[in-house]
């Protein structure tokens, strides 16, 4: 990603990471048959999110973290060409490591 983005609050910018193209099998599956991946690599984070005394939360991920998301999760959008994700930090459902 050569653009600067930054997102806001509790949001990330997520990459989806390419899962196999052959099933356990051995069975090569179409680009059409494949299930968008739920991993992804983290591009860039906010700052937090403010909480009811009015402080700022820090987020948990961090920018290089890969992390598991749910299916429908987040905001698909192209910056650079690339297919990216904006999603708020709590629909990641874990890290990766």
Known sequence: MN???RPLHDRIVVKRLDQDQKSSGGIIIPDTAKEKPIQGEVLAVG???VN???KLRPMEVKTGDKVLFAKYAGTEVKLDGEELLIMRESDVMGIIE
């Open 52 to 54: 009811e005394e009015g």
């Open 47 to 49: 700052k937090g999110a």
């Open 3 to 5: 653009t600067k983005f």
